[in-house]
């Protein structure tokens, strides 16, 4: 749990989480150099491997290449210089620059960090010319288009590093040591070039602290929401708030509570532009209508449409509102503004009528994208980075952190975690097999972080019917699905 595709924001994660502006969850229009540059993809998962986009890279990796060993089982070169180009958002890169010490000390070689929220504009330029950093933290609101990198051989196969052994215990290889739902996530085509470290967790968050005082108990249902939202407006709060300058922080919810009612099937026919894949769901029309009822009802904190992600969580922070549509980079990001007994927690999707996922499924998936650049100085040397990353020692740090977990399963058993890292992972658990993972944000982020997004923020701000509202996001969606400059991707399950 932790922030692309999910998203780590530059003025704190995510968008992380998630992401000047939210880093990853900005809406900023991109820079069309190259076409690398693309608006923020949702820190999100494939639950499947998903077709499509082309292969990534072999890369020369001869460029800078040592005697493989049972200690560098990669063939690291001792004393090559590595790159590291770090999304410095609500994550912060400190967890980065620990890894990279360890890697400097093991390899008596210099490294050179840059931490920064201009992903894209900043590397651009050096794709172009041929010499980009070694290895990229491809987060924030701009950041670079992984797909059309991997298309053109840009980004390094990340196979050799799979099949490493791992740092922790030589006898098992690194891809037996992360969530399978990571490799799925990575992969373009057949060709797995994307390492997405952190694992984020997506959900209603809350302060238990303020709920308990109030004698309030999370909702398991729609109709429950709503109508304790009905008592917290009686007894002078604001039942929610949200980012209305990115109101696609809300889809974070919104497209899972869809995908919970309607089902993976009929989901996947959304990430996959079928026709009348929003028409034809009752999920949607359910999910739709629950926003619409919430708009209405003026159950949103007054002025939220124009809030950023931090000061929408800075208000909630401070009690103005009870609930906040986020993903668990949330705790890190907002730490600044969060009292010490706030008892941060988050809480799984709700029930709605005729559900075809049970009741505790949530939404969690692989986030925060890192590549290895195929045409870098020293590609090996950034995937053992990327290994060091992968070990039990770094993946803790990294939890210690920034309050996040990594893809290494199990790394934080036995620690004492945050409250909204605790609360995130006894959700994560008590969902089992039932995690919800969606593609389309990553796959077409301009479709939903822009098109879609505008939608709901009018939505939200009760100027947009339920049913407008359907019948406009399957138009863009079909628009999206007629352009023949657009990459199609396609997933089976």
Known sequence: MGSTSARNDGSTPGDTGGHAGPGRRDLIKRSAALGLLTVPAMGLLSACATGGGGGGGGGDTTAAAGEKTAKNPLGVKEGAP????????????????????????????????TGTQQVGPKLTPRFAGGNPPDVIDNSGADHLDMNKLSTQGQLQDLAALLDAPSLDDPAKKVRDTIHPSTIEKGMHGDTFDVLYYAFTVYGTWYSQKLLDARGWAYPKTLDEMVALCGEIKKAGLAPWTYAGKYPYYVHFNLFAQIAKIGGME??????????????????????????????????????????????????WNKGKAVFLPNGSWVENESAPTTPGDFGMAVGALFDGGGDKLPHGTLRAEPSEPYLVSAKGANPIGGMELLRIMLSKKHAQNFATKVKSLTCVVDATEGMTLSPGLASASKVFKEAGENLISLQLQEWYP???????????????????????????????????AKDGSVTKFKRTA
């Open 82 to 113: 590595l790159e590291a180009f770090i999304f410095k958002g609500g994550l912060g890169d400190q967890y980065a620059k620990d890894a990279e010490a360890d890697y400097k000390a093991t390899y008596k070689a210099e490294v050179k960090h």
């Open 266 to 315: 009929k989901w996947i026919a959304i990430d996959n532009l079928e026709p009348n894949a929003w028409t034809s769901n009752d999920g949607v029309r359910q999910v739709v209508e629950h926003y619409e009822e919430l708009a209405a009802k003026k159950y949103f904190l007054e002025g939220s449409q124009g809030l950023t992600h931090i000061q929408s969580q800075t208000a």
């Open 446 to 480: 301009a479709l939903t972080d822009e098109k879609i997004g505008g939608l709901t923020g009018q939505l939200l701000a009760g100027e947009l019917k339920a049913a407008d509202w359907i019948r406009k996001t399957q138009a863009e969606a079909d628009k999206v």
